[in-house]
């Protein structure tokens, strides 16, 4: 079983959609999770990052953690065409400063007109 | 903001030949690492620095690879003898000291080993 799972898309949804990315983990040492937005071309942009388990808002996005289900999603409201991206899960523990990311491999969105 | 910046953006260079690959962090982050992502393969990480030493590193991370932080801005990542398989995209990410705190990425170097 992989560490980190993430459907790849590609997803491809009308502008003004709601558009749910989800990851599943498999180690229950991850205790920070984050979203990443990549550009092609680019390097990942840090969305969102969070810690406990529950939701956490940040205008258009909200990031919810479910760890007892060792589930996450980023839900996007509004979508945008500027959203198009690809959409990166990253997980990490609680072990001090310098922590590893592990990735998930990224769900490639397409918001269209 | 203050970004993470690398050069340069694309390196060709042939089977068997060094390669240093330079990455300014956040001027203010104190620990630094490289991330690895293969043409439609996600991002792997190489190795984390703190403290001018390697704090941890994956099994990719070979005696092939090293990291150095040659002055007070730059961190570079040197393969010695390039194999085919190490072309892909290298992103260098920083992080503020703290008990947890987020890593901030460059737009990485593309390499292509011919």
């Known amino acids: 079983q992989k560490e980190v799972e993430q459907d790849p898309g590609p997803l491809s949804v009308p502008e003004g959609a709601i558009v749910s990315l989800n990851c599943t983990y498999s180690?229950?040492?991850?205790?920070?999770f984050m979203w990443y937005r990549q550009y092609s071309r680019k390097g990942p942009e840090l969305l969102m990052y969070t810690y406990s388990s529950g939701n956490k808002e940040d205008g258009r996005f909200t990031a919810q953690v479910d760890k007892s289900s060792k589930y996450i999603s980023l839900f996007i409201r509004d979508s945008q065409p500027s959203d198009s991206a690809t959409y990166l899960c990253a997980m990490s523990g609680l072990t001090g400063g310098g922590n590893k990311l592990t990735f998930g491999t990224g769900t490639q969105l397409k918001v269209e007109l | 903001e203050p970004e993470v910046t690398q050069t340069p953006s694309h390196q060709v260079t042939q089977m068997g030949q060094e390669v240093i690959l330079r990455c300014v962090p956040i001027?203010?982050?104190?620990?630094f690492y490289w991330y690895r992502q293969i043409l439609g393969q996600k991002v792997e990480f190489l190795v984390s620095?703190?403290?001018?030493?390697?704090?941890?590193k994956s099994e990719i991370f070979d005696d092939q690879f090293s990291v150095e932080r040659p002055d007070g801005s730059n961190f570079t990542l040197k393969i010695r003898s390039t194999k085919l398989e190490d072309s892909a995209m290298y992103f260098c990410?920083?992080?503020?000291?703290?008990?947890?705190?987020?890593?901030?990425f460059g737009d990485g170097t593309r390499l292509s080993i011919l």
């Open positions: 180690n229950s040492a991850f205790q920070y």
């Open positions: 990410a920083s992080s503020d000291e703290g008990a947890w705190q987020p890593q901030h």
């Open positions: 001027s203010n982050h104190l620990y």
């Open positions: 620095f703190y403290n001018n030493e390697i704090s941890e």
